[in-house]
């Protein structure tokens, strides 16, 4: 589609920010006045004769198309980290006057994931916010039309679109360094089924630095159930002082195994979990972990999307938010269930 | 939009059962055969020779206007009933071959969530799972339009709509029977902020039938957290010998408080909690709790609201799934948290 350049006229954006009002509610007020407050049709009608706005055809085609909702991909709605992530976006859009739709993708993966995600596209979102946490959704990347507004959550660097980037690794090595600052020999590691594991990976390469030999690491479920019996194998074991797990679920799974092997928490075993899950803090006792920035992510996930969908409604060339790579660290929490390891 | 009679004209949905595909599938083809897989496609086009099939013009118009998606009202997406709700119509959804999108309806109210409701119908889908936990949710009803498909989990009943009922005023009234049964004098109730609350009803009830005097519940928030000072305060009550609470999550904090009291969960005080959250099981001592039905719910929904959908595709006058109204009972589960009251 052609885009001439506007010279000095007046874009939908100024006269929204003249009425004080969003683009989202301009869009709707060019198609239908009637869905918006009176008060703010006021504002507007003000605001169009106060600029001479004279609507360019090809603008308003676009807010006309344009839909008032952020699409969020995700493959899952019930792991702690995408329903906190979810929040965060659904905090962020409804401050900037977006609805939002969360597409879940097809976990079956191949014909079926990819359908999953024409349906989504197929309402025109205005954008979307990819949680991109494991290998399936990764695979989605390159299927999204590069002038579609995105900003992926997780996941590998792709270079041409917005990211941000939760450094799970730098967390996992930081966790391992202190259980291994705080006299342990070595720290047994409990594994989820991610199929992308830089939690793994930080655990690993931190025993390496440090020259400890890495015991092999134990592969659990989602079910923090199925990591009882784990903990009480582990528990049997006197060599076991510290355990890392892959998250703060399983963690308190390997607690209760602990427990039922007689091995109390952090007297004979350290035990640290990841994510900083609403019930880490009121767990017996209460859990080590690494505070997670999800919320935070899908907030700002959001944001860059509005700057990248602001670009289109104005017809400007793209600016950095399009590409922009933001970092959010995690934070070590040290609460009761990890200390010196035993004599 | 008037409908005549076919007499014995194959319909889309004859054709689907032939081809052995589903419903949407067939409405794919219709729409554009390239997204259908080509066995697919061969096994449609020989299904419509053999039944010698003609789209009837109003049936095509039909099966083009619908989306192949169910959309998830919801007004929070991380509250435990709610993710195990939508992970059952997730389940249901995809067996069906529907896809799924979630609408997350806005909190905030008034005209934001009207707004966020139209935005969601804007989308036209197929059909409408309405998961109705709060006050907030439930006005929404009266703005989906009769002719949608639509099921509602949870809620007040409303006769003219298919619903699921989760019986929680039967289980709590016999979770609180049973803790009275096990020699408790009373029973104290911690609240969660639950703008309609059958728990608590549930509650009041079986005190009032057994002639126990009931205490003031206790209100807290859906933060876990916020559980520890209450169960603290309990705890430093010599007359508190068992405690229900209006979730799990709230269940754990209260535990974690009654440890700091000195208290012992459950020689000294019974703990109950709601849910049968995937911790429960985990928690130490295992929590006695009420199994919820959500995935299931989930799942029936999305079973009565394919009828409803085939009706509408088949041209057919209403079946019983547009008014059935289903109870999906919970289950008491007694664990280790709960006891006979101490002497």
């Given at each position: ?5 506007r ?8 006269v ?58 995700t ?9 906190q ?36 596209l ?50 996992a ?16 590691y ?11 990976d930080g ?5 390496s ?16 159930e ?9 528990g ?5 002082t ?34 900083d ?23 700002r ?41 035993r004599?």
């Amino acid at each position: 589609m052609p885009r001439g350049k506007r010279g000095n006229a007046p874009s939908i954006r100024d006269v929204a920010a003249v009425a004080g009002v969003s683009v989202p509610t301009m869009s709707r007020y060019l198609k239908d006045p009637d869905r918006v407050s009176e008060k703010k049709r006021t504002a507007i009608a003000a605001a169009i004769e106060k600029l001479n706005y004279r609507p360019n055809p090809i603008a308003r085609a676009l807010a006309l198309d344009m839909s008032e909702s952020i699409a969020v991909m995700t493959a899952d709605t019930t792991l702690y980290g995408r329903t906190q992530t979810i929040a965060g976006v659904e905090r962020m859009a409804q401050e900037i006057g977006y609805s939002i739709s969360i597409c879940v993708l097809d976990a079956r993966g191949g014909e079926k994931l990819l359908s999953s995600v024409r349906d989504c596209l197929d309402r025109s979102p205005a954008g979307v916010v990819l949680i991109d946490y494991d290998r399936l959704t990764d695979s989605v990347v390159s299927h999204i039309p590069a002038s579609t507004p995105m900003t992926i959550v997780g996941g590998p660097r792709h270079e041409d679109r917005a990211q941000i980037h939760l450094c799970e690794y730098d967390s996992a090595y930081a966790m391992t360094q202190r259980l291994l600052e705080l006299g342990h020999k070595t720290v047994h590691y409990v594994s989820v089924p991610a199929d992308v594991d830089a939690r793994a990976d930080g655990w690993r390469m931190a025993l390496s630095d440090a020259q400890v030999p890495a015991p092999a690491p134990v592969a659990t479920t989602w079910n923090p159930e199925d990591a009882i019996a784990i903990g009480r194998e582990l528990g049997d074991d006197d060599d076991v002082t510290a355990i890392f797990a892959g998250n703060d679920e399983v963690a308190m799974g390997l607690m209760r195994g602990l427990a039922l092997a007689g091995r109390r928490v952090p007297d004979d075993v350290s035990v640290a979990g990841f994510d900083d899950h609403t019930l880490a803090k009121v767990w017996n006792p209460p859990l080590t972990t690494v505070r997670q920035r999800f919320g935070d992510a899908g907030a700002r996930a959001v944001e860059l999307l509005k700057q990248q969908i602001d670009d289109v409604v104005n017809e400007r060339p793209r600016g950095e938010a399009w590409t922009t790579f933001d970092e959010l660290a995690g934070e070590l929490v040290e609460r009761e269930s990890t200390g010196p390891a035993r004599r």
